[in-house]
C-alpha cells in the first residue's frame, strides 16, 4: 500500500505494488510510491484521449484562468511542496543564493502564471480581393511528459502547463527519484482541472518505453540525459510523435582578463554549484585566462570553503546531497579520472562516509580536455577550472564538445564579450551571468543538448501544429 495515489480520469487510483522513495540526505524511507503497469498507462492515455475531445474545444479564458488557480493552488502550499522537494530532491529549503526548494516553488509558480498569459493569436498572411489566408494553432492531443530528479516540480510545471494551456491533455511520469513533489501538484491542479486532462503514472523503469511507444500518445516532452533522449526518439518513431528533448549540457564560462575577480566569482560560483551541480545549464566548465587564473582559483576557493554542505531540512544549509547513488558513483569516477591525470585539488575531492548521498563542493585546478571532468557533464558539486591563453582558442575549445545547451562570457567589456558570446554554439547565452532562465525567453539547447524550446510563445507553439486557413472572397 502507497501513501499517494496515481491520478487517472481525476480519480486517485491505488496500485497493488509500491516502491521506495529515500532521502538522499538520510538515505531513510521518505515515502512509499505506486508503482503503476502497463495496464495503468493504458488507462491514463484512454482518460486523457477521452478529455482531449472537450479540453481542445475550451475558450482560451478558461484554460487561461485554470492556470491562473493552478498557480493559486500551488502558491497556498508552497511549504508543503517545498519541504517534499527538499526531501526527495535533497536541494536544501533556501539554500546558497537563495536557490532551494522553495526558490522552486515559487518558480512552479511564477511560470503558472507566465505561461497562462501567453497567447498564439490567429496570423493572417494574406488578405486582398481573392482571399483571406489564416494560420491558426491547433493542440496535438495527448502529450507524454517524462521528467527528471534535479528540479522535479518545476521541469513538472515547465511540461505540463503549455501543454494544457494550449489545449492538450497530459501524462506524465516523473522521475522514480524524485515522483512525490510532482504527484502533490498532479492532485492540487486536478481540484481545478476537469477529469482526464492531467494525469500521472509512477513507477519502475519499463514505464517509460510504454509511453514513449504509446501510439495513442501524439508529443513527448522529455528533460534528463543524451542517452535516454535517444532511446525516446527511437521509440517514438512508430507513429511520428512530435518531440521536445532538452538533453544534458556541458556549459563552458570563459573569464577574460579584465573581469573584476572577487565581484564575478560569487555569480560563477552559484551559477556552477546551483542545486549541487545538478542543472542541465549549470556552468560546467570554467575557462580563465591566465594571467587571472590564481587569482579566480583562490576566490573560488575561499567561497566554497565557507559554504555548508549537509540535510536540507537544517538552517542554514547551503548545499545538499548529491540526489542518487548511481550519480554520486559518476561523480566520484569523474573525480578520480581528474586525479589520475594531475588535476590540482584546490578544495573538497573526499567524500563524506554515510548515511546520504554526500559529495563536498570540489574545485579542480590544472585539467584540460582529454580529462572527463571537461568532456563530460559530472552533474555534481565538482568544477573544473581550465586555463587559457588565447581568446579565439578558448572558443573553439569551447565548442569543441557535442553538448549545446549554454555559455557564458565573463568580462567588463560588455561589447566585446556580446560578440564573443555570438560564436558560442549553444541555445543560451550569458555576459557576466549564467543558468537564468525565465518564463518569457525561449530556452533550448542546440547539438547533442537536443531540439525544441520551451517558455514563451516559442515553447508554446510546440505544443501546437499549423492550420492553414483558406477563405476566398
Ligand atoms: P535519464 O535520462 O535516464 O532519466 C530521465 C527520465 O527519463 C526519468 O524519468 C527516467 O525514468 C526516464 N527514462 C529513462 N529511460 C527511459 C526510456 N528508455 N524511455 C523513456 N523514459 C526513460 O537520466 P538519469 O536520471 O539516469 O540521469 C543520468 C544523467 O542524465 C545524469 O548523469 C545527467 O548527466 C543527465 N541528466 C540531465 C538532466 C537535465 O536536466 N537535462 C536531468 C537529469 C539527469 P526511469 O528512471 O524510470 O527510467
Keep these: 500500500m502507497s501513501d499517494f495515489g496515481l491520478i487517472i480520469n481525476g480519480e486517485r487510483v491505488a496500485t497493488a505494488e509500491s516502491f521506495d522513495v529515500i532521502n538522499p540526505a538520510t538515505e531513510e524511507l521518505v ?40 498557480g493559486d493552488i500551488l502558491e497556498e502550499h508552497g511549504a508543503e511542496l517545498a519541504g517534499m522537494v527538499t526531501e526527495e530532491q535533497g536541494k536544501p529549503l ?52 517524462i521528467t527528471p530528479w534535479n528540479w522535479p516540480l518545476l521541469i513538472a510545471i515547465w511540461h505540463v502547463i503549455p501543454a494544457i494551456r494550449s489545449g492538450n491533455t497530459v501524462v506524465i511520469k516523473p522521475s522514480p527519484y524524485t515522483p512525490l513533489s510532482t504527484l502533490r501538484f498532479v492532485e492540487l491542479a486536478n481540484q481545478v482541472l476537469p477529469a482526464g486532462v492531467l494525469n500521472i503514472v509512477t513507477g519502475a523503469d519499463d514505464l517509460g518505453p510504454l509511453l514513449t511507444a504509446h501510439k495513442d500518445i501524439d508529443k513527448i516532452v522529455f528533460t534528463g540525459s543524451t542517452a535516454t533522449g535517444k532511446k525516446v526518439m527511437q521509440s517514438a518513431s512508430g507513429n511520428l510523435k512530435r518531440l521536445t528533448l532538452e538533453l544534458g549540457g556541458n556549459d563552458a564560462g570563459i573569464v577574460l582578463p579584465d573581469v573584476d575577480v572577487d565581484a564575478v566569482a560569487p555569480v560563477i560560483f552559484a551559477t556552477a554549484f546551483i542545486n549541487s551541480g545538478q542543472t542541465c545549464a549549470a ?74 548521498y554526500f559529495y563536498p563542493l570540489t574545485l579542480v585546478a590544472d585539467v584540460s580536455e582529454g580529462c572527463r571532468l571537461v568532456d563530460e557533464e559530472p552533474f555534481g558539486p565538482i568544477l573544473p577550472i581550465i586555463k587559457y591563453s588565447d581568446v579565439d582558442e578558448v572558443i573553439r575549445r569551447a565548442n569543441d564538445n557535442p553538448s549545446g545547451l549554454g555559455g557564458s562570457i565573463w568580462s567588463s567589456d560588455i561589447a566585446r ?25 525561449p530556452f533550448g539547447g542546440v547539438k547533442q543538448s537536443g531540439f525544441g524550446v520551451e517558455f514563451a510563445a516559442e515553447g508554446l507553439a510546440e505544443y501546437t501544429s499549423i492550420q492553414s486557413v483558406f477563405i476566398p472572397k
Design 417 to 441: 564579450a556580446a560578440q564573443l558570446a555570438n560564436r558560442l554554439e549553444c541555445g543560451s547565452v550569458w555576459i557576466n551571468n549564467h543558468a537564468a532562465v525565465q518564463p518569457n525567453v
Design 31 to 70: 515515502a512509499k510510491c505506486p508503482k503503476a503497469n502497463a495496464a495503468h498507462v493504458d488507462l491514463a492515455v484512454a482518460a486523457a484521449r477521452q478529455a482531449f475531445t472537450t479540453w481542445s474545444q475550451v475558450s482560451d479564458e478558461e484554460r487561461k484562468a485554470a492556470i491562473h488557480r493552478i
Design 283 to 356: 556552468l560546467k566548465r570554467l575557462y580563465v585566462h591566465e594571467d587571472i587564473y590564481e587569482a579566480m582559483c583562490a576566490a573560488l576557493k575561499g567561497i566554497a570553503d565557507n559554504a555548508s554542505v549537509g540535510n536540507g531540512m537544517d538552517e542554514g544549509i547551503d548545499f545538499g546531497p548529491v540526489q542518487n547513488r548511481p550519480q554520486l558513483n559518476i561523480v566520484l569516477a569523474l573525480a578520480q579520472d581528474a586525479e589520475n591525470k594531475g588535476g590540482r585539488f584546490l578544495t573538497g575531492g573526499v567524500a563524506a562516509k554515510g548515511p546520504g
Design 94 to 145: 533556501v539554500g546558497f543564493a537563495g536557490l532551494g526548494a522553495q526558490f522552486e516553488v515559487g518558480g512552479a509558480v511564477a511560470w503558472c502564471r507566465a505561461t497562462a498569459e501567453l497567447e498564439l493569436p490567429v496570423k493572417i498572411v494574406q488578405d486582398d480581393e481573392t482571399h483571406r489566408i489564416e494560420l491558426h494553432r491547433k493542440p496535438l492531443g495527448v502529450v507524454c511528459s
